[in-house]
Every structure is written in structure tokens, then in C-alpha cells.
């Protein structure tokens, strides 16, 4: 079973619409990251949530943990082609050093 | 380097012959790790490295895949006798030692990877 539950696996919408994407478990994590992928290039650090219930905004990018830190959600405003890519979240398992990384939303706006 | 370097960009080759992928980190990033990224997955973790040595390599996948790092700085990826299954993206990333940022989170900075083809 996979640590980590990214929905909807894929999404693709037209431009300007919102959108949301979610990162399960049903672990609790002292913190929790997302990334974004472009074709062709390494995932990209985008935040990192620490406190159970923390909102962090990226522009139009909103970041909600989790108030148990079981889970995250990444809502995105008026989307634009530019935000298309692959959304990774990702956490550290208790006292390791490695990232275990969810499968990830593949996320299509097309103009 | 300003960034992670990863060599070669692409690779084919045939089944059953022997392949070594190159990372080049971050300038003074002591921890080093290697994923592997299958078609329409996420990423798989393989091995991480603190300086030289690799206390946790239990993402290998088997005894076919090995890597080293010398001088704390260049790491390889070595895949034996390769299989079409081993097919995929190899990502590297690096971290600067113990640094977890305010958060306690790893921080990765990862390079544009090496994609593998199997034929």
C-alpha cells in the first residue's frame, strides 16, 4: 500500500477555472511538502506545512495541512498554462533521512 | 556547480549490458540521494548517501544496482546485466548536511535526471 494518496490522479481544465488536488494518509507526519514537475526536469520544491491546520499561500497557490497532519490539499486559483506539471507531495518517514514521494497529479490548463 | 548536474541526459542501450549514471551535487552538499521514476509514477527511492558512506540503500531494487560516492562529492549509479524493466528516469538530488530548514524537513534540490531505455 502506498504511504502517501495523491487524487485525482490526472485533471485537465481550460484556463481560468479552480481547481484542487489532495495528499492522504492515514499516518501522521511532522511535516509534509509539495513539488511541482516539469516534463523533462526534477521536481521542484514548492512549500513545506509543519502545523497541523497551517495555510500557506504561493501566489495563487494555497496550501492546507491537515489539522490531525494526515493530509494536504493544494487549491489553485484562476490556473494558467504555465502552472501545467506533475504535483508530487512528499514527507519524511519518522527518523529517516529519505523522502517518500506519492504518485502525484498529473495537471494539464490548457489555454 | 549552481545546480545539480546529472549525466548522461539519455540513455539507450541493450538488455543484458551495463550502464553507469553520474550525479554531480550541489558544491558543499554533504547528503546525496538517487530515485527512480517509472512512466506515470512517482518517485521510487533507491539510495542515500552522508558523504561517502550510504546508510540507507534499501530502495535497491536488487543485487544488479550498486552506487558509490568518492570524496563526498560525485556519486554513480551502476545497473549490471540490464533488464527492458529498469527502464525509467534516474533522478539525483542533493541537501546540505542535517539542514531541514525551520520546518525539520529535508530540503532536495534535485537535477533534471537520466532516462534509461532498455531495449
Known amino acids: 500500500t502506498q504511504l502517501l494518496e495523491q487524487s485525482p490522479q490526472f485533471l485537465s481544465i481550460q484556463e481560468g477555472e479552480n481547481l484542487t488536488v489532495y495528499c492522504n494518509s492515514s499516518?501522521?507526519?511532522?511535516?509534509l511538502q509539495w513539488y511541482r514537475q516539469e516534463p523533462g526536469e526534477g521536481p521542484v520544491l514548492l512549500v513545506t506545512?509543519?502545523?497541523?491546520?497551517e495555510v500557506k499561500k504561493l501566489k495563487r497557490l494555497t496550501f492546507q495541512f491537515g489539522d490531525a497532519r494526515k493530509d494536504s490539499s493544494l487549491h489553485i486559483t484562476a490556473a494558467q498554462p504555465g502552472d501545467t506539471g506533475l504535483y508530487l507531495c512528499?514527507?519524511?518517514?519518522?527518523?529517516?533521512?529519505?523522502?517518500?514521494f506519492g504518485k502525484g497529479t498529473k495537471l494539464t490548463v490548457n489555454p | 556547480g549552481a545546480g545539480v548536474s546529472q549525466s548522461p541526459s539519455n540513455k539507450v542501450t541493450e538488455k543484458g549490458k551495463d550502464v553507469e549514471l553520474r550525479c554531480d551535487p550541489i558544491s558543499g552538499h554533504t547528503a546525496l540521494y538517487w530515485y527512480r521514476q517509472s512512466l506515470g509514477q512517482g518517485l521510487e527511492f533507491l539510495i542515500y548517501f552522508q558523504g561517502n558512506s550510504a546508510p540507507d540503500k534499501s530502495g535497491l531494487p536488487s543485487d544488479r544496482f550498486s552506487a558509490e560516492r568518492t570524496g563526498g562529492s560525485v556519486s554513480t549509479l551502476t545497473i549490471q546485466r540490464t533488464q527492458q524493466e529498469d527502464s525509467a528516469v534516474y533522478l539525483c538530488?542533493?541537501?546540505?548536511?542535517?539542514?531541514?530548514?525551520?520546518?525539520?524537513?529535508?530540503?532536495?534540490?534535485f537535477g533534471a535526471g537520466s532516462r534509461l531505455t532498455v531495449l
Open positions: 506545512v509543519v502545523t497541523g491546520g
Open positions: 512528499a514527507v519524511t518517514q519518522g527518523g529517516s533521512e529519505k523522502l517518500v
Open positions: 499516518s501522521v507526519f511532522s511535516s
Open positions: 538530488a542533493s541537501s546540505p548536511f542535517r539542514w531541514r530548514g525551520r520546518s525539520g524537513a529535508n530540503v532536495l534540490t
